[in-house]
């Protein structure tokens, strides 16, 4: 007997694959058009270590461990050899180094509501007798501000900039209130600049192409250490940004700071790479540079000073990067101790994330609590390489970063 051709099985097949494409466009239709998710080492304990084999010397292996818990945070040793680490301080030299620039956001029309005033008001005027001295403004400066100051620059700055109204040589609280914000910080970027050792940031770098052709082999090697050890997606780290090498000389430092903007999807914001930073998109989202891990290198040993600092490592999930005590615990140059604290070792890498990941495995909001610096070298110098992994969530995913080295090649990688 011949069999009856079974129409219904015949027909269900293409009604499933419809139900199950239009199921994986609905569950994450960024993957569905090439963002593959993105990884995040899962930091189990404090203290937890691992041990990873490194992918060019398969008997020779890494330990990772957990420094933080929430945001994780983690060490791992000998990330690079000590030949490795004077072969990158050589490329950076021989590329020229630059004074580095703090990477703070521009305002140029700063205001304040009263009850800022009031608020900043009561941590200045710390003796309570509702005037403000030179000193009690040196050290409100150094604290809030981390600006250096000392009595006669005050003095100058009131004088230039007609804050003491009454020339008594204090201010009260009217004087302060209606000091012109904009201009104070003109005059603190003239005194920095003059003493660059009281700046934000007080160091140089370099960059230095980790792909394309005639990529020098130690760079390229370490990334492809990145890759293995993070699980990150190829694309996301062959289109991210070249290495950045930093130098600190004596008393050089970095106070605290974001590597990443301050990114939320409900901020009609969107993740793009550095050339497009503050770019205006098509449906009027705005870009922000969205660098979701950094991993840091130390590239020798500090002889005193130079730590590593996450003051907030410890804060919980809802902490805002505003108020006196924040101002007071960013400044590195005037404390060193607080939240996770970690000491230069030469070949040591040290691993966070500033973002955390939404539902789908895409890069979330940022995670205020890695706020972190470079504390001051007390003596010698200080030698670091960075890594920043960004993301561009746009149609321009797989095209490079403008301070990455090559356009990402579908063709030649096309493996996620």
């Excluded at 008393?251 to 550095?274: A, I, K, V």
Aim: charged letters at 25%.
């Amino acid at each position: 007997m011949r069999m009856r051709p079974c129409f219904s099985s015949v027909l269900i097949h293409p009604f499933i694959m419809v139900v199950v494409l239009l199921l994986f466009l609905l569950l994450d239709h960024r993957l569905a058009f090439g963002h593959p998710p993105l990884t995040r080492l899962e930091p189990f304990e404090l203290g937890h270590e691992r041990t990873i084999a490194l992918p060019e010397i398969p008997s020779r292996s890494v330990s990772i461990k957990t420094l933080n818990v929430d945001p994780p945070i983690f060490a791992i040793e000998n990330f690079l050899l000590p030949n490795e680490c004077q072969h990158i301080i050589r490329l950076a030299q021989n590329a020229g180094l630059e004074t580095s620039q703090a990477g703070e956001p521009v305002n140029d029309d700063v205001t304040m509501e009263d009850s800022d005033y009031e608020e900043a008001w009561k941590a200045w005027d710390t003796d309570g007798d509702a005037q403000l001295t030179r000193a009690e403004i040196v050290d409100g400066m150094r604290e809030f501000t981390q600006t250096v100051l000392t009595e006669d620059d005050v003095e100058r700055m009131f004088n230039e900039l007609g804050m003491d109204e009454n020339g008594d040589g204090t201010l009260d609280f009217d004087e302060f209130k209606n000091a012109n914000i904009n201009d104070m910080d003109g005059f603190l970027d003239d005194v920095e600049e003059s003493r660059p050792v009281f700046k934000t940031r007080y160091s140089r770098q370099a960059w230095l192409n980790q792909g394309g052709q005639d990529v020098d082999v130690v760079l390229e090697t370490l990334r492809e250490r990145l890759l293995h050890v993070t699980g990150l997606p190829r694309v996301v780290v062959e289109t991210s940004e070249s290495l950045q090498v930093v130098h600190y000389d004596h008393r050089g430092h970095y106070h605290c700071h974001m590597d990443s903007d301050h990114y939320s999807p409900s901020d009609n914001m969107t993740c793009c790479h550095f050339d497009r930073r503050d770019e205006t998109l098509g449906n009027g989202r705005r870009c922000a540079l969205c660098r979701y891990l950094t991993l840091l290198y130390y590239l020798n040993d500090v002889t005193l000073g130079g730590a590593t600092a996450f003051p907030f490592a410890h804060a919980n999930a809802t902490f805002q990067d505003s108020g006196p005590e924040f101002q007071r615990l960013c400044n590195l140059s005037a404390q060193c101790d607080s939240g996770v604290v970690v000491t230069p070792k030469m070949g040591t890498a040290v691993l966070w994330y500033s973002h955390r990941l939404d539902d789908g495995g895409q890069i979330g909001e940022i995670d205020l609590r890695t706020y972190h610096g470079g504390c001051d070298v007390l003596d010698g110098e200080k030698w670091i390489a960075n890594n920043w992994i960004d993301v561009d969530a746009t149609e321009n995913f797989y095209t490079r970063s403008e301070r990455s080295d090559s356009e990402y090649d579908t063709q030649t990688h096309s493996e996620l």
